[in-house]
Protein backbone atom coordinates (compact mmCIF):
# COMPACT_ATOMS: atom_id res chain seq x y z
CA UNK A 1 0.00 0.00 0.00
CA UNK A 2 2.98 2.71 0.75
CA UNK A 3 4.39 1.54 -2.54
CA UNK A 4 1.47 2.56 -4.63
CA UNK A 5 0.91 5.68 -2.95
CA UNK A 6 4.57 6.50 -3.35
CA UNK A 7 4.17 5.63 -6.78
CA UNK A 8 0.95 7.80 -7.35
CA UNK A 9 2.62 10.81 -5.71
CA UNK A 10 5.38 10.65 -8.19
CA UNK A 11 3.14 10.24 -10.84
CA UNK A 12 1.63 13.46 -10.12
CA UNK A 13 4.58 15.66 -9.26
CA UNK A 14 5.56 14.26 -12.81
CA UNK A 15 2.49 15.26 -14.63
CA UNK A 16 2.59 18.80 -12.64
CA UNK A 17 6.10 19.75 -14.07
CA UNK A 18 6.30 18.27 -17.39
CA UNK A 19 6.06 20.15 -20.59
CA UNK A 20 6.71 23.69 -18.84
CA UNK A 21 9.19 25.81 -16.60
CA UNK A 22 8.15 26.57 -12.93
CA UNK A 23 8.00 30.58 -12.72
CA UNK A 24 9.30 32.05 -9.59
CA UNK A 25 8.86 35.64 -8.59
CA UNK A 26 12.12 37.20 -6.78
CA UNK A 27 10.17 40.74 -6.05
CA UNK A 28 7.15 42.64 -6.33
CA UNK A 29 5.52 44.69 -8.88
CA UNK A 30 6.10 48.48 -9.17
CA UNK A 31 3.65 50.64 -11.20
CA UNK A 32 5.80 53.82 -13.39
CA UNK A 33 3.57 56.62 -14.92
CA UNK A 34 5.49 58.24 -17.89
CA UNK A 35 4.70 61.08 -20.49
CA UNK A 36 5.03 60.23 -24.08
CA UNK A 37 8.22 60.95 -26.16
CA UNK A 38 10.23 60.64 -22.83
CA UNK A 39 13.06 57.78 -21.91
CA UNK A 40 12.24 54.77 -19.49
CA UNK A 41 14.74 53.30 -17.49
CA UNK A 42 13.53 49.73 -15.64
CA UNK A 43 16.15 48.39 -13.34
CA UNK A 44 16.95 45.23 -11.31
CA UNK A 45 17.30 45.79 -7.68
CA UNK A 46 18.33 42.70 -6.34
CA UNK A 47 21.53 40.81 -6.93
CA UNK A 48 21.45 38.58 -9.98
CA UNK A 49 23.37 35.75 -10.66
CA UNK A 50 23.41 33.71 -14.22
CA UNK A 51 25.12 30.25 -12.92
CA UNK A 52 25.37 27.53 -16.07
CA UNK A 53 23.05 27.31 -18.33
CA UNK A 54 21.15 30.39 -17.47
CA UNK A 55 19.85 33.49 -19.38
CA UNK A 56 18.83 36.68 -18.48
CA UNK A 57 15.77 38.54 -20.50
CA UNK A 58 13.60 41.62 -20.35
CA UNK A 59 10.94 41.20 -21.43
CA UNK A 60 7.33 43.24 -22.49
CA UNK A 61 4.28 41.11 -21.68
CA UNK A 62 5.34 37.59 -23.94
CA UNK A 63 7.54 39.57 -26.34
CA UNK A 64 11.13 39.41 -25.36
CA UNK A 65 13.19 42.59 -26.13
CA UNK A 66 16.99 42.20 -24.72
CA UNK A 67 18.97 38.50 -24.14
CA UNK A 68 22.07 37.77 -22.43
CA UNK A 69 24.15 34.90 -22.54
CA UNK A 70 27.95 35.68 -22.56
CA UNK A 71 27.07 38.14 -24.90
CA UNK A 72 24.10 40.68 -25.84
CA UNK A 73 21.50 40.54 -27.75
CA UNK A 74 18.39 42.43 -28.57
CA UNK A 75 15.54 41.31 -30.55
CA UNK A 76 14.59 43.08 -33.82
CA UNK A 77 11.45 44.77 -32.75
CA UNK A 78 13.31 46.92 -30.36
CA UNK A 79 16.55 47.68 -31.97
CA UNK A 80 17.27 51.09 -32.19
CA UNK A 81 15.02 51.60 -29.32
CA UNK A 82 16.51 50.64 -26.25
CA UNK A 83 19.97 50.37 -24.75
CA UNK A 84 20.80 47.79 -22.28
CA UNK A 85 23.76 47.92 -20.07
CA UNK A 86 25.22 44.46 -18.67
CA UNK A 87 27.08 45.68 -15.11
CA UNK A 88 23.12 46.10 -13.76
CA UNK A 89 20.72 44.53 -16.08
CA UNK A 90 18.80 47.85 -16.20
CA UNK A 91 17.24 48.81 -19.71
CA UNK A 92 16.37 52.22 -21.30
CA UNK A 93 13.45 51.79 -23.50
CA UNK A 94 13.49 55.68 -25.98
CA UNK A 95 10.90 57.64 -27.04
CA UNK A 96 7.78 55.60 -25.06
CA UNK A 97 4.72 55.82 -26.95
CA UNK A 98 0.99 54.78 -25.95
CA UNK A 99 1.59 51.14 -27.18
CA UNK A 100 4.32 50.96 -24.83
CA UNK A 101 1.96 50.44 -22.18
CA UNK A 102 1.80 47.55 -20.19
CA UNK A 103 3.69 44.94 -17.68
CA UNK A 104 7.68 44.19 -17.93
CA UNK A 105 9.74 41.49 -16.28
CA UNK A 106 13.60 40.85 -15.96
CA UNK A 107 13.48 37.05 -15.99
CA UNK A 108 16.42 34.78 -15.29
CA UNK A 109 15.43 31.49 -17.75
CA UNK A 110 16.86 28.19 -16.81
CA UNK A 111 16.17 24.60 -14.77
CA UNK A 112 13.35 27.08 -13.36
CA UNK A 113 12.27 31.12 -14.74
CA UNK A 114 12.89 33.30 -11.74
CA UNK A 115 11.51 36.87 -12.04
CA UNK A 116 13.58 39.31 -10.51
CA UNK A 117 11.73 42.39 -11.72
CA UNK A 118 8.29 43.55 -12.60
CA UNK A 119 6.63 46.90 -13.48
CA UNK A 120 3.47 47.66 -15.10
CA UNK A 121 4.07 50.84 -17.23
CA UNK A 122 1.11 53.03 -18.10
CA UNK A 123 2.14 55.75 -21.11
CA UNK A 124 0.33 59.01 -20.86
CA UNK A 125 0.04 61.87 -23.34
CA UNK A 126 0.84 65.58 -22.33
CA UNK A 127 -3.12 66.91 -20.73
CA UNK A 128 -4.67 69.40 -22.87
CA UNK A 129 -4.54 73.28 -22.30
CA UNK A 130 -7.88 74.45 -20.00
CA UNK A 131 -10.04 77.19 -20.60
CA UNK A 132 -11.68 79.02 -17.42
CA UNK A 133 -14.75 81.27 -18.73
CA UNK A 134 -17.49 83.65 -16.95
CA UNK A 135 -21.19 82.37 -18.42
CA UNK A 136 -22.88 85.12 -16.28
CA UNK A 137 -22.65 87.95 -13.54
CA UNK A 138 -25.79 89.14 -10.99
CA UNK A 139 -24.24 91.81 -9.37
CA UNK A 140 -25.80 94.12 -6.84
CA UNK A 141 -24.71 96.68 -3.88
CA UNK A 142 -24.17 93.62 -0.77
CA UNK A 143 -23.55 90.75 -2.63
CA UNK A 144 -22.76 88.62 -6.41
CA UNK A 145 -23.74 85.73 -7.87
CA UNK A 146 -21.43 84.48 -10.71
CA UNK A 147 -21.17 81.05 -12.93
CA UNK A 148 -17.69 79.73 -14.79
CA UNK A 149 -16.88 76.98 -17.08
CA UNK A 150 -13.89 74.70 -17.17
CA UNK A 151 -13.39 73.38 -20.42
CA UNK A 152 -10.75 71.47 -22.68
CA UNK A 153 -10.27 69.15 -25.32
CA UNK A 154 -12.03 65.56 -25.10
CA UNK A 155 -13.44 66.20 -21.93
CA UNK A 156 -17.37 67.03 -20.68
CA UNK A 157 -16.82 71.03 -19.75
CA UNK A 158 -17.97 71.55 -16.05
CA UNK A 159 -19.59 74.62 -14.51
CA UNK A 160 -19.61 76.07 -11.15
CA UNK A 161 -22.16 78.72 -9.29
CA UNK A 162 -20.52 80.83 -6.40
CA UNK A 163 -22.50 83.52 -4.11
CA UNK A 164 -20.01 85.90 -2.59
CA UNK A 165 -20.24 89.42 -0.54
CA UNK A 166 -17.39 91.88 0.20
CA UNK A 167 -15.38 89.58 2.16
CA UNK A 168 -16.04 86.39 1.41
CA UNK A 169 -17.16 83.95 -1.54
CA UNK A 170 -18.17 80.23 -1.31
CA UNK A 171 -20.40 77.90 -3.81
CA UNK A 172 -23.74 78.12 -4.17
CA UNK A 173 -24.23 74.45 -4.57
CA UNK A 174 -21.08 72.10 -3.97
CA UNK A 175 -21.10 68.81 -5.80
CA UNK A 176 -21.88 65.93 -3.62
CA UNK A 177 -18.94 63.50 -3.46
CA UNK A 178 -19.29 60.20 -4.74
CA UNK A 179 -17.93 56.70 -3.94
CA UNK A 180 -13.67 56.62 -3.90
CA UNK A 181 -12.64 55.08 -7.02
CA UNK A 182 -11.29 51.51 -6.77
CA UNK A 183 -7.58 51.45 -7.64
CA UNK A 184 -8.37 49.64 -10.95
CA UNK A 185 -10.88 53.24 -11.74
CA UNK A 186 -8.32 55.28 -10.76
CA UNK A 187 -5.29 53.45 -12.90
CA UNK A 188 -7.96 53.61 -16.02
CA UNK A 189 -9.09 56.97 -15.44
CA UNK A 190 -7.10 59.02 -18.31
CA UNK A 191 -7.52 62.28 -16.69
CA UNK A 192 -9.44 65.03 -14.24
CA UNK A 193 -10.95 68.20 -14.76
CA UNK A 194 -11.56 70.15 -11.49
CA UNK A 195 -13.11 73.03 -10.74
CA UNK A 196 -12.38 75.02 -6.95
CA UNK A 197 -12.19 77.90 -4.97
CA UNK A 198 -8.62 78.67 -3.15
CA UNK A 199 -9.26 81.58 -0.83
CA UNK A 200 -9.69 84.69 -3.73
CA UNK A 201 -8.59 82.36 -6.60
CA UNK A 202 -10.98 80.19 -9.08
CA UNK A 203 -8.71 77.89 -10.47
CA UNK A 204 -9.63 75.12 -13.66
CA UNK A 205 -6.91 72.35 -13.07
CA UNK A 206 -6.56 69.28 -15.85
CA UNK A 207 -4.49 66.75 -14.81
CA UNK A 208 -3.28 63.40 -14.89
CA UNK A 209 -0.32 61.40 -13.73
CA UNK A 210 2.06 62.62 -15.63
CA UNK A 211 1.21 66.59 -16.42
CA UNK A 212 -1.35 69.31 -15.49
CA UNK A 213 -2.31 72.46 -16.59
CA UNK A 214 -4.88 75.03 -14.98
CA UNK A 215 -6.31 78.47 -15.59
CA UNK A 216 -7.38 80.84 -12.84
CA UNK A 217 -9.38 83.89 -12.20
CA UNK A 218 -9.51 86.13 -8.68
CA UNK A 219 -13.42 86.66 -8.11
CA UNK A 220 -13.38 90.06 -7.02
CA UNK A 221 -12.05 91.07 -10.40
CA UNK A 222 -15.35 89.09 -11.78
CA UNK A 223 -17.39 90.60 -9.24
CA UNK A 224 -16.62 94.39 -7.88
CA UNK A 225 -18.99 94.47 -5.52
CA UNK A 226 -19.83 98.24 -4.68
CA UNK A 227 -20.70 99.76 -1.28
CA UNK A 228 -20.00 102.35 1.19
CA UNK A 229 -18.72 100.10 3.63
CA UNK A 230 -14.52 101.05 4.58
CA UNK A 231 -14.84 104.62 2.83
CA UNK A 232 -14.60 107.95 4.33
CA UNK A 233 -16.68 110.89 3.49
CA UNK A 234 -15.58 114.18 1.72
CA UNK A 235 -16.71 116.62 4.21
CA UNK A 236 -14.99 114.58 6.87
CA UNK A 237 -11.23 114.99 6.04
CA UNK A 238 -11.60 119.16 5.46
CA UNK A 239 -12.54 119.10 9.09
CA UNK A 240 -9.97 117.56 9.91
CA UNK A 241 -7.71 119.62 7.66
CA UNK A 242 -9.26 122.81 9.09
CA UNK A 243 -8.57 122.11 12.86
CA UNK A 244 -4.63 121.10 11.92
CA UNK A 245 -3.90 124.38 10.90
CA UNK A 246 -5.00 126.31 13.98
Known amino acids: MRLQTFAVRLFLCFIGT???RFQVS???SQTRFIQTNKDLQLTVTEG??????????????NINIVRLITDIFIYNSYKGRVEFFPQNLSLTLQNVQLSDSGIYM????GEQDVTHATYTVRVEAPVSPVLLSVDSVFNSP???NFTVSCTTELSPSISRSFTCDRHTCEEAHPPTPGPAPSDLTSFVLTSSLQLSLTNERITCNHSNQVSWTQDTKNWREICPISGKEGKVEPFLLLLLD???KK
Open 18 to 20: SGS
Open 26 to 28: GSS
Open 48 to 61: VQLGEGATFYWKFK
Open 106 to 109: AVVS
Open 142 to 144: ESC
Open 242 to 244: SSC
